[in-house]
Every structure is written in structure tokens, then in C-alpha cells.
């Protein structure tokens, strides 16, 4: 082996480098704000020497999992370029679980430390009950956490600082739980070398520059908020402003003040933010990029965020846990004529469409999204059977059903398992939905299907009306059937305060698929009872 060729492991990959490089070049640049407090390059790499030191200190070694239970701040991002610094595994755990649920994670992941904060001791506590060889570790100086817990602070060591770990490009950075909207939550393993492809390929397809300003008003345990924001920003040298959790109106008002250029928004959180009063009237000129993920947005809500963000790149997009975010985007320039795609493959990722036999498909058919490139996670944590099913002809299966254009333009239909088969046609619940949010009394919508003993299953759909707005069955089924084949409209319409979601925000089919199981078995034709629809060949 040439002598000029580096070994694969060492400090380049390792992210908390990057803040080094920054902190080097140009110290007093701001990196983070929160709570009114303003930190530069210098401030956070320091800051990170020193917890790393601590945590060293504390017993913790490369490659024990560090769960981290807290709501967004600034110390959460210095945690997690700390763990890093140490070559540790940094486990960011949704604050809206159970603490059975909370539990579960640590368990499974064979956690070595866990880190919380006071707000969220009442989770904490409980959920970390009868694990004695678990450190605990909190955020916050107060008596209220309980016997057993260390403030990090108390960790931080004031003397010499650590070398940086060498770390292997697949060695595991992270590990992030899925939401399991299907089963039990599995771990992603994150690796060095997909956090570093990440950030270089986002930094490229969207532009990013010292001078952006991001914003991160959503949960920092999501790729969304933690990826496509934070992580990306602070590679490219920019800013990143935080907000502890989303207040529709203080991103407003936080896009106003800090002069925010880019931000990452969830299609539920997206749909709060247009409807802040007078936000027609609000200076929001300096928003240049507005990235979209989780779930599908309906197409009237798109419209509507295009209303109020006249000037900004709003670029719908693709990606999953499991690719550490934000595989596909929607160009600025195709934003009207390609309204509905989620855009084309961003660099260092390649995207076929397969059918049910592991081959690719000709252009406009639809079929599995499979993926495959250096920013794909390394498989499930001690999960070999769901990773080699994920796994199959070298590309990663997603369980997305879509269809690419002429163009190359993605467009997602369902997920392989919400696709409806009513007497061997495919109803797309997304399709569905997009009527019903078409609807001006309608607020929300899901559609799952229903089994029907003449047509195997029928669409059923799930709304809650707008604030003040009356609706009713018949009203809802009449506005479908004049916008979509009778075989498409729900034949069961049930009325909610709110559709069931998950702690990321992403609604849960699977618990209206059993209420609707619950309700009562197999449908006989429409709310009307009259089975208006055609034979299919």
C-alpha cells in the first residue's frame, strides 16, 4: 500500500473536527443562539473539549451509547459533537414516549450513560428505574432529579484537553430509533462516514454557506431538525438559531429577528405555521429555503406555503432515518410545474424503482423506492434479520411506493403497506387525502383501507373539521365523488378531534387501521350504502 495513502481511521471523520477547523479560521464567527445567548466557533469548540474531557473522566469509553433525553438547546448540540470528540455513540431519545417505551431504547440499545433534564425527570426517572450500572447524568443543577443523577457540569474537567478520537468511517456516529408506526422502534446505525457524506452532499444541493441562518424549530431528535438543519449548517460554517421546542408563532417571529434563511418544518408543523394571524404582514423576505420531510403534504398546503413564502426555495423532499435525511429535493426553478414531486436524487445517492421482484421498472410505472450510496446507514442494531430484509441486491428497500417521470422527478405514492386494493385496482391513500383536504372545512385527513367482503377492501377516511366548521358524511362523500372515481371515494367517513400520531408527528395509520377493524368488520358499500363503482378487468 502507498505510503501518501492515510489510514481509515483518524480524526477526519470525526465531525467534532470540522468545529476545530471553523474555530481555528475564524473564532469569533456565531454559531448557536438560544435563549438570547449567543455562542461563536471558539465558545462551542471549547465548550466541547471540555465536556469530552468529562465524560471521559465519568468512565465513559468509545463505543458505549450515550441516550440523551432532552428538549433543544445549545447544550444539546455541544453533547453531541462532545460524544463524538470521545468516539462514543450519541442516542437522541423522543421526549413524547413512554417511559416504558423510553426503557425499551435503553435497554435494547445497551446504553452506558443517560442524559436528561429537569422538565423531563418525570419521564426520566421511571424510565431508567432498576438499571444500576446505567450513569445518570443531567443537564440541569437541581435536587429535583433525584438520588443517583450527576450534574454533566460537575463532569467538566478544567485541565488538559483529550486528543480527538480515531474513529473508522463505519464506525457508528449515532443511533436513532424509528418511529415504529409499524412494529417495535429499530436502531439505526449512523456511521461517520454517513454523517460526513450527509453534510457534504447537502451542503452542495442546497447551497449552504456561512452567511445562511438556520433555524431549528423542530425536535432535535429528528433528522429533520437535527440533519437537514443544525449538523449541515455547522459544517458549512453558518449559524444556527435554536428554539427549546415549536411555537408556530415564535418561528415567525424568530425568522424576523435573527434574519432566518433556511429552515426544516414537518408537513403537521408546517400546517400551524400558515395559519399564524397576520402572517401575510410579517417580514419574512430572508427565508431563501424552506425544506419539507416526514410525511407527504398535501398539495393544497403546499400551495398555500408558496403564498406565504413567495421569494423562498421551497424544496420538498425525501429521505428517511435510515439515510440520515433528505435524499431527494424538489428544484426552486420546478416548484409550480413539478408541484407534487419530491424532487431528484441529491449528489452520491442513486434511486431506482422495483417491482414486487427485485427488478427495475420502465419510467412512470410505480413500484418500491430503493436507494443505495454512502449516506445509507449501515444496517439496524442488533437486528440482523430486519437488516438483511432491508437489504436485498445491494439497495436499500424502503417500503415506499412511487414513480419517476420523464424528467427523473420522484414522485412518493403510499407506503408499500397503506396501498389500498379494492377489487384488484391500487387506491392511493395520499390521493385520497388530497381531495379531502381540498375540502375548506377539512383540517386534517387520513385513509386506510377497510376490508369489504365483495371487494376485499374499500377506502375509510378519517377527518377532523376546521375550527368552527360543520361537516357531515354525505358532504364529504359528494365533494369526493366529483373529484375522484366512485372505487376511490370512502365508503366509512368517521369524525375525530384529532388523528392519532406518533412522537415524531407522523400520523399512525396502523391505530386507525384497528379502529376500524373495531368498528365493525367488513364494509357493505358507501355511507349512503349504495355501492357506486365500477368492475375492473
Same mark, same amino acid.
Given at each position: 500500500?502507498?505510503?501518501?495513502?492515510?489510514?481509515?481511521?483518524?480524526?477526519?471523520?470525526?465531525?467534532?473536527?470540522?468545529?476545530? %477547523? %471553523?474555530?481555528?479560521?475564524?473564532?469569533?464567527?456565531?454559531?448557536? =443562539?438560544?435563549?438570547?445567548?449567543?455562542?461563536?466557533?471558539?465558545e462551542?469548540?471549547?465548550g466541547?473539549?471540555s465536556?469530552a474531557a468529562?465524560?471521559?473522566?465519568?468512565?465513559?469509553?468509545a463505543?458505549?451509547?450515550?441516550?440523551?433525553?432532552?428538549?433543544?438547546?445549545? =447544550?444539546?448540540?455541544?453533547?453531541?459533537?462532545?460524544?463524538?470528540?470521545?468516539?462514543?455513540?450519541?442516542?437522541?431519545?423522543?421526549y413524547?414516549?413512554?417511559?416504558?417505551e423510553?426503557?425499551?431504547?435503553?435497554?435494547?440499545?445497551?446504553?452506558?450513560?443517560?442524559?436528561?433534564?429537569?422538565?423531563?425527570?418525570?419521564?426520566?426517572?421511571?424510565?431508567?428505574?432498576?438499571?444500576p450500572?446505567?450513569?445518570?447524568?443531567?443537564?440541569? *443543577?437541581?435536587?429535583?432529579?433525584?438520588?443517583g443523577?450527576?450534574?454533566?457540569?460537575?463532569?467538566?474537567?478544567?485541565?488538559? #484537553?483529550?486528543?480527538?478520537?480515531s474513529?473508522?468511517p463505519?464506525?457508528?456516529q #449515532?443511533?436513532?430509533?424509528?418511529?415504529?408506526?409499524?412494529s417495535?422502534?429499530?436502531g439505526?446505525?449512523?456511521?461517520y462516514?454517513?454523517?460526513? $457524506?450527509?453534510?457534504?452532499?447537502?451542503?452542495?444541493e442546497?447551497a449552504m454557506?456561512?452567511?445562511?441562518?438556520?433555524?431549528?424549530?423542530?425536535?432535535?431528535?429528528h433528522?429533520? =431538525?437535527?440533519d437537514?438543519?443544525?449538523?449541515?449548517?455547522l459544517?458549512?460554517?453558518?449559524a444556527?438559531?435554536?428554539? #427549546?421546542?415549536?411555537?408556530?408563532?415564535?418561528?415567525?417571529s424568530a425568522?424576523? /429577528?435573527?434574519r432566518?434563511?433556511?429552515?426544516?418544518?414537518?408537513?403537521a408543523?408546517?400546517?400551524q405555521?400558515?395559519?399564524?394571524?397576520?402572517?401575510?404582514?410579517?417580514?419574512?423576505?430572508?427565508?431563501?429555503?424552506i425544506?419539507? !420531510?416526514?410525511? @407527504?403534504?398535501?398539495?393544497?398546503l403546499?400551495?398555500?406555503?408558496?403564498?406565504?413564502f413567495?421569494?423562498?426555495?421551497?424544496?420538498?423532499a425525501y429521505?428517511?432515518?435510515?439515510?440520515?435525511?433528505g435524499?431527494?429535493?424538489?428544484?426552486?426553478g420546478?416548484?409550480?410545474? @413539478?408541484?407534487g414531486s419530491?424532487?431528484?436524487?441529491?449528489?452520491?445517492?442513486?434511486?431506482?424503482?422495483?417491482?414486487?421482484? *427485485? &427488478?427495475?421498472?420502465?419510467?412512470?410505472?410505480? !413500484?418500491?423506492?430503493?436507494?443505495?450510496?454512502?449516506k445509507?446507514?449501515?444496517?439496524? $442494531?442488533?437486528?440482523?434479520?430486519?437488516?438483511?430484509?432491508?437489504? /436485498?441486491?445491494?439497495?436499500f428497500?424502503t417500503? *415506499?411506493?412511487?414513480?419517476?417521470?420523464?424528467?427523473?422527478?420522484l414522485?412518493?405514492?403510499?407506503?408499500?403497506? *397503506?396501498?389500498?386494493?379494492?377489487?384488484?385496482?391500487?387506491?392511493?391513500?395520499?390521493?385520497?387525502e388530497?381531495?379531502?383536504?381540498?375540502?375548506?372545512s377539512?383540517?386534517?385527513?387520513?385513509?386506510?383501507?377497510?376490508?369489504?367482503?365483495?371487494?376485499g377492501?374499500?377506502?375509510?377516511a378519517?377527518?377532523?373539521?376546521?375550527?368552527?366548521a360543520?361537516?357531515?358524511?354525505m358532504?364529504?362523500?359528494?365533494?369526493? /365523488?366529483?373529484?375522484?372515481?366512485?372505487?376511490?371515494?370512502? @365508503?366509512h367517513?368517521?369524525?375525530?378531534? =384529532?388523528?392519532?400520531? &406518533?412522537p415524531?408527528g407522523?400520523v399512525?395509520?396502523?391505530?386507525?387501521?384497528?379502529?376500524?377493524l373495531?368498528?365493525?368488520g367488513?364494509a357493505?358499500?358507501?355511507?349512503? !350504502?349504495?355501492?357506486?363503482?365500477?368492475?375492473?378487468?
Amino acid at each position: 500500500m502507498p505510503t501518501n495513502i492515510p489510514s481509515s481511521t483518524g480524526h477526519g471523520w470525526n465531525p467534532a473536527s470540522l468545529l476545530e %477547523h %471553523h474555530a481555528d479560521r475564524f473564532p469569533d464567527r456565531r454559531c448557536l =443562539a438560544f435563549d438570547g445567548r449567543p455562542r461563536t466557533y471558539a465558545e462551542l469548540c471549547e465548550g466541547v473539549r471540555s465536556l469530552a474531557a468529562g465524560l471521559l473522566r465519568g468512565g465513559l469509553r468509545a463505543g458505549d451509547v450515550v441516550g440523551v433525553l432532552a428538549f433543544n438547546s445549545d =447544550a444539546f448540540i455541544e453533547l453531541m459533537y462532545a460524544v463524538s470528540y470521545v468516539g462514543a455513540i450519541f442516542m437522541p431519545i423522543n421526549y413524547r414516549l413512554a417511559p416504558e417505551e423510553v426503557r425499551y431504547l435503553l435497554e435494547h440499545s445497551g446504553a452506558r450513560a443517560f442524559v436528561s433534564e429537569d422538565e423531563l425527570m418525570r419521564l426520566a426517572v421511571p424510565a431508567c428505574g432498576g438499571m444500576p450500572d446505567l450513569r445518570r447524568l443531567s443537564l440541569d *443543577d437541581s435536587l429535583d432529579r433525584g438520588e443517583g443523577w450527576t450534574h454533566l457540569e460537575e463532569l467538566r474537567d478544567g485541565g488538559e #484537553r483529550p486528543s480527538m478520537a480515531s474513529v473508522g468511517p463505519d464506525d457508528v456516529q #449515532r443511533l436513532m430509533y424509528t418511529s415504529g408506526t409499524t412494529s417495535r422502534p429499530k436502531g439505526v446505525m449512523i456511521s461517520y462516514a454517513n454523517v460526513a $457524506w450527509k453534510n457534504a452532499c447537502h451542503t452542495v444541493e442546497l447551497a449552504m454557506t456561512p452567511d445562511d441562518i438556520g433555524l431549528v424549530a423542530g425536535p432535535l431528535y429528528h433528522v429533520g =431538525a437535527l440533519d437537514l438543519t443544525a449538523t449541515t449548517l455547522l459544517h458549512a460554517g453558518g449559524a444556527v438559531v435554536v428554539q #427549546r421546542s415549536f411555537d408556530p408563532a415564535a418561528v415567525v417571529s424568530a425568522i424576523e /429577528r435573527e434574519r432566518v434563511t433556511n429552515v426544516w418544518l414537518a408537513p403537521a408543523m408546517v400546517s400551524q405555521l400558515v395559519r399564524v394571524p397576520g402572517i401575510e404582514d410579517r417580514d419574512l423576505s430572508s427565508v431563501r429555503l424552506i425544506i419539507d !420531510g416526514g410525511e @407527504k403534504m398535501p398539495l393544497p398546503l403546499i400551495k398555500r406555503v408558496l403564498e406565504v413564502f413567495p421569494s423562498a426555495w421551497f424544496a420538498d423532499a425525501y429521505g428517511l432515518t435510515e439515510t440520515v435525511g433528505g435524499d431527494t429535493f424538489l428544484d426552486k426553478g420546478r416548484c409550480l410545474e @413539478k408541484l407534487g414531486s419530491v424532487g431528484k436524487p441529491c449528489p452520491y445517492i442513486e434511486l431506482q424503482i422495483w417491482d414486487e421482484n *427485485d &427488478n427495475a421498472i420502465p419510467v412512470g410505472a410505480e !413500484g418500491e423506492i430503493v436507494l443505495r450510496g454512502p449516506k445509507v446507514f449501515q444496517g439496524y $442494531w442488533r437486528d440482523d434479520v430486519a437488516t438483511m430484509d432491508a437489504f /436485498r441486491g445491494g439497495w436499500f428497500h424502503t417500503g *415506499d411506493i412511487g414513480r419517476l417521470d420523464d424528467d427523473g422527478f420522484l414522485f412518493v405514492v403510499d407506503r408499500k403497506k *397503506d396501498v389500498i386494493v379494492s377489487g384488484g385496482e391500487n387506491i392511493a391513500s395520499p390521493e385520497v387525502e388530497r381531495v379531502l383536504y381540498e375540502h375548506p372545512s377539512v383540517l386534517e385527513a387520513a385513509v386506510v383501507a377497510k376490508p369489504d367482503e365483495k371487494w376485499g377492501e374499500v377506502p375509510a377516511a378519517f377527518v377532523v373539521a376546521a375550527e368552527g366548521a360543520s361537516l357531515d358524511q354525505m358532504d364529504l362523500v359528494k365533494h369526493c /365523488r366529483d373529484r375522484l372515481a366512485s372505487f376511490k371515494c370512502p @365508503k366509512h367517513v368517521e369524525f375525530l378531534d =384529532a388523528l392519532p400520531r &406518533n412522537p415524531s408527528g407522523k400520523v399512525l395509520k396502523r391505530e386507525l387501521r384497528e379502529r376500524v377493524l373495531r368498528a365493525g368488520g367488513l364494509a357493505g358499500g358507501g355511507p349512503d !350504502g349504495v355501492e357506486d363503482r365500477p368492475m375492473t378487468s
